[in-house]
């Protein structure tokens, strides 16, 4: 069983338009972090959330962390071309591992 | 560049032969990680490092799998007698274990193709 699920699973938007894509934690954080990635190649780390409540952006991206929902939700703000790829959500957990979520595939249409 | 590095970047074999990945972490990290991942799948974590002493195995790394960190510093993945299952990208990561945690940084990954 999964950790952290992602939805959606994938995600087709026109360019200029907002999104949010959502991670939830089957365990308690231990902080919360967004990765990019784009195909065949390795991941871009983008925002590390540690503290419940806290908001993060990273250019036009920002992340939040609902520590007591176990859920933190990406956010992108007039998306472009540039923005598409699979995000990940990444945590530690109990046990002391770093786990990945089920990633979340979006394509941004010019 | 100063980031995670690994060798090579794809890897094709056949079935059958056996295969080692490398991976070098940025230097002052005392945390190595292997992940690895299928397409369209989020990296499924393997094992981790501390300094040199293996701290966790995964069940997915059977026992074709295995892996090392002599020195503390680099890293290599072997698999042995190769299946096509095994195709994937074998992604490293490292970081430095402190009282708070702090992000990975991960390499470009290696992928591995079994014919």
């Known amino acids: 069983s999964q950790e952290l699920e992602q939805s959606p699973q994938s995600l087709i938007v026109q360019e200029g338009k907002n999104l949010t894509i959502n991670c939830t934690s089957s365990k308690t954080l231990y902080g919360l972090y967004w990765y990019k990635q784009k195909y065949g190649e390795g991941l871009i780390f983008l925002i590390m959330l540690q503290k419940g409540g806290e908001e993060k952006s990273h250019e036009k991206i920002t992340a939040k962390l609902d520590e007591k929902k176990q859920q933190s939700s990406l956010h992108i703000t007039a998306s472009q071309p540039s923005h598409a790829g699979i995000y990940l959500c990444g945590a530690v957990t109990t046990g002391n591992q770093f786990y990945f979520g089920t990633g979340t595939s979006l394509t941004v249409i010019p | 560049d100063t980031g995670v590095s690994q060798d090579p970047r794809h890897k094709i074999t056949k079935r059958g032969q056996n295969v080692t990945f490398r991976c070098d972490p940025i230097s002052e990290h005392n945390r190595l990680y292997w992940y690895r991942q299928t397409l369209g799948q989020g990296p499924e974590f393997l094992t981790y490092?501390?300094?040199?002493?293996?701290?966790?195995k995964s069940r997915l790394l059977s026992d074709r799998f295995s892996a090392e960190r002599p020195k503390g510093s680099f890293s290599t993945l072997e698999i042995q007698r190769t299946e096509q299952g095994d195709s994937a990208m074998y992604l490293c990561?490292?970081?430095?274990?402190?009282?708070?945690?702090?992000?990975?940084?991960f390499g470009q990954g290696t992928r591995l193709t079994v014919v």
């Open positions: 990561a490292s970081s430095l274990q402190g009282v708070k945690f702090t992000e990975a940084f």
């Open positions: 490092f501390q300094n040199e002493a293996q701290l966790e």
